[in-house]
């Protein structure tokens, strides 16, 4: 069995951004070798998300707007109004959490002739939920 782990490195200058990883993930199967087997995308910081969808500007304007909607950015500067327990940790990213469970943690890929075995539409994004600094995205490759 082959493998291959790579870290991707990401810096979003935003708090909130969604970046494609698509062309990144697609170029470590390359270099894997591996002709069957899987690939496993994953945030490894707990206010990011790893997903698969359309590459569509309208789609992602909308993700953020039903996020923001369900959960709210509160700064909790004020304790007395309520807001996220979180945030009076002296944190302000409690927000982000949850929508980083929300928009989920890893996404699973097969890959089919060394290639990755996606729908016609599907595209592989970095969703970060509280930026400003640098963080990491783990690919692991296994398989034939």
Not at 34 to 52: D, P
Not at 60 to 80: M, N, Q
Not at 87 to 97: F, K, L, P, S, V
């Amino acid at each position: 069995m082959k493998s291959l782990t790579k870290e991707l490195w990401v810096e979003i200058p935003e708090r909130r951004a969604i970046v494609s990883i698509h062309d990144e993930v697609d170029s470590l199967v390359a270099e894997s070798g591996v002709q069957e087997g899987l690939v496993l995308v994953n945030a490894m910081h707990i206010t990011a998300s790893v997903f698969i969808n359309d590459n569509e500007s309208g789609l992602h304007a909308d993700y953020e707007r039903w996020l923001e909607e369900l959960v709210p950015f509160d700064s909790g500067s004020d304790p007395t109004t309520g807001g996220y327990l979180h945030n009076r940790t002296g944190e302000d990213n409690a927000d982000a959490h949850h929508k980083r469970q929300i928009m989920g943690r890893e996404v699973v890929v097969a890959i089919t002739d060394g290639q990755l075995h996606l729908g016609p539409w599907e595209h592989i994004f970095y969703y970060e939920f509280d930026g400003r600094r640098r963080k990491r995205i783990l690919v692991k490759v296994i398989g034939e």
